[in-house]
C-alpha cells in the first residue's frame, strides 16, 4: 500500500478487545491468546470497531479509554506461547478501571490466511499503526531480545513521545502514557535502559536508530514503510499543534474582548472577528507548514502563507492543481538546490 508522505490519513478504523471482557476472563472461558478470525468465530460480543483521528490523537483523547500492548512475538506463529502476556494483560487491566478498549495485535489485525476483506483491513490499518501508540496508553511488555526489534523499537518511541508545537518530543512526567513490565525474569534495569534510549528521543534520532541494521524486522517492507513516515509524520504533529495553539490563542483574545465589551473601544481598533483570525494565521494553508517542515523550509512559511492567499489559495493540493508550482517556488526566492528540493516535495502531492 502506497502512501503519500505528505498527506496521511487523517482518520483511522481500528479493532479492538472490549478489556471488560478481559478483566472477567478465567484460564477455563480464555485460555490464551487468540487470533483476530478467532476471536469473531468464538468471541464475537468481544470486539469493537472504533476510529483514532489524527487531532485527538494529538490532543491526548484516546488517553483514558484506549490502551495499546507493545509485545514481542516468542513465536512465529504465536506471540504468547506461554500464555504470561495474558496474564500481565488482564492484570493491569484489572488495575486500571478507566481502560475500555485494547488493541493486541494478534487479536486486532487478522493473522495468517486473509481472506479479501481481511487483506484490505490490514492494509489499511497497519500503516497508521503509528495512530494507536501515540495516542493510547501503552503497556510495555519488556523482554531481553525486545529491544532489538523493529516494532517494538517504533512502538516504544511513539509510546515515550508527546506532540508539541515543536514536533514529538518525550512526554513530560504528568503526560507519559506508557508503563514498562518486565517479562520472564527480565531485571528492571532493562526497562529504565529502554526509556534511557528512546524517551529523549527525537524524530530524527528515532529514524536513525529504527534504520540500523541490527534492528530485526521479519517483513522488510513494514519497516521501510514506518521509517519513511516518521519525519512527515513529526511534521505534521508540527502543523497541528501549532494550528492548535493559535487558534487558543485567538480563543483567549476572544474571550478577553468579550470581558472588555462594558468598555467598547472604537471599531477600528479591534476589527472584526474574521481580522483576528486572519492575524492570529487560523486561515492558514492547508498542508503548507508540513511541506515545508518537510524540506527544512519552516522559515519561508510567511512568505509563502502570503502568496498563497494572495492567490486565494487554501491548501497546497491547489498549487499543483492550478500547475503554478515554479511560481510559488520562485516566490520564496530559494537556492537552486533548496527550490529543486521544494518541488519535488510537491509533485508527490497525491
Not at 519497516?223 to 493559535?246: V, W
Amino acid at each position: 500500500m502506497t502512501l503519500c508522505p505528505l498527506l496521511a490519513l487523517k482518520a483511522c478504523e481500528f479493532n479492538f478487545v472490549l478489556a471488560s471482557k478481559l478483566r472477567d476472563c478465567t484460564p477455563e472461558t480464555f485460555p490464551k491468546l487468540l487470533t483476530l478470525q478467532e476471536m469473531r468465530l468464538k468471541h464475537p460480543s468481544w470486539l469493537v470497531r472504533r476510529t483514532l483521528d489524527f487531532r485527538s490523537v494529538c490532543s491526548g483523547e484516546y488517553t483514558v479509554e484506549y490502551l495499546a500492548v507493545s509485545h514481542r512475538w516468542e513465536s512465529r506463529s504465536d506471540p504468547d506461547p506461554r500464555v504470561e502476556q495474558l496474564l500481565a494483560l488482564v492484570a493491569h487491566l484489572k488495575a486500571q478501571l478507566g481502560i475500555k478498549y485494547v488493541f493486541y495485535d494478534y487479536m486486532s489485525l487478522a493473522q495468517g490466511e486473509r481472506t479479501p476483506q481481511d487483506k484490505a483491513e490490514f492494509q489499511a490499518m497497519l500503516p497508521n499503526i503509528n495512530f494507536i501508540y501515540l495516542g493510547a496508553r501503552v503497556l510495555i511488555l519488556m523482554d531481553l531480545d525486545y529491544a532489538g526489534r523493529f516494532w517494538t523499537g517504533f512502538e516504544a518511541f511513539l509510546a515515550m513521545m508527546m506532540p508539541t508545537p515543536d514536533g514529538l518530543i518525550g512526554a513530560t512526567t504528568t503526560k507519559r502514557r506508557y508503563i514498562i513490565e518486565c517479562m520472564h525474569g527480565t531485571n528492571e534495569n532493562y526497562g529504565k535502559a529502554l526509556e534511557a534510549q528512546w524517551l529523549h528521543c527525537t524524530a530524527q534520532t528515532a529514524l536513525q536508530e529504527l534504520s540500523a541494521d541490527c534492528i530485526v524486522v521479519t517483513n522488510q517492507s513494514d519497516k521501510t514503510t514506518q521509517l519513511a513516515k516518521i519525519l512527515p509524520f513529526n511534521a505534521q504533529i508540527m502543523e497541528a499543534m501549532a494550528s492548535q495553539e493559535r487558534t487558543d490563542d485567538i480563543d483567549g483574545l476572544l474571550e478577553e474582548v468579550g470581558r472588555s465589551s462594558s468598555m467598547p473601544a472604537p471599531a477600528d481598533d479591534f476589527g472584526s472577528v474574521d481580522d483576528l483570525m486572519d492575524e492570529f494565521g487560523t486561515h492558514a494553508i492547508d498542508g503548507l507548514s508540513a511541506l515545508l517542515a518537510a524540506v527544512n523550509l519552516s522559515d519561508s512559511l510567511d512568505a509563502a502563507a502570503t502568496w498563497c492567499k494572495e492567490q486565494g489559495l487554501e491548501a497546497v493540493t491547489e498549487i499543483k492543481e492550478i500547475k503554478e508550482e515554479e511560481a510559488f517556488v520562485d516566490a520564496l526566492k530559494l537556492k537552486p538546490g533548496k527550490a529543486k528540493l521544494l518541488l519535488k516535495r510537491i509533485s508527490e502531492i497525491g
